[in-house]
């Protein structure tokens, strides 16, 4: 099994930042895929970032140049810094871990809050 557990969240003003980290245990199978998702109140959830066993890496349109997803594979643990944060990037941000290929294989924390307001 494996537990993710998020930090990082906060409020801050628009034009701001703030780094999340996402601390992974337990038995992690390789290749994998690790990723941040939001939730905004009243919207679905959506895939913000990731990054995949090899290096790759994934981003949403409306983050590309602003957010930047970084993995530090000696402690298992994962970043997302955000600059020039806006008020639409309000939500809960969400860690994942997913085994490729093995779509029984994919583990979510339980999220931390992200406000952008003045």
């Known amino acids: 099994q494996v537990q993710l557990v998020e930090s990082g969240g906060g409020l801050v003003q628009p034009g701001g930042s703030l780094r999340l980290s996402c601390a992974a245990s337990?038995?992690?199978?390789?290749?994998?895929?690790m990723g941040w998702f939001r939730q905004a109140p009243g919207k679905q959830r959506e895939a913000v970032a990731s990054l995949f066993t090899g290096g790759r890496t994934e981003y949403a349109d409306s983050v590309k140049g602003r957010f930047t997803i970084s993995r530090n594979n000696g402690n298992n643990t994962l970043y997302l810094q955000m600059n020039s944060l806006k008020p639409e990037d309000t939500a809960v941000y969400y860690c994942n871990l997913r085994v490729l290929r093995r779509s029984d294989m994919s583990y979510w924390g339980k999220g931390t809050q992200v406000t952008a307001s003045s």
């Open positions: 337990g038995i992690i199978f390789t290749p994998n895929a």
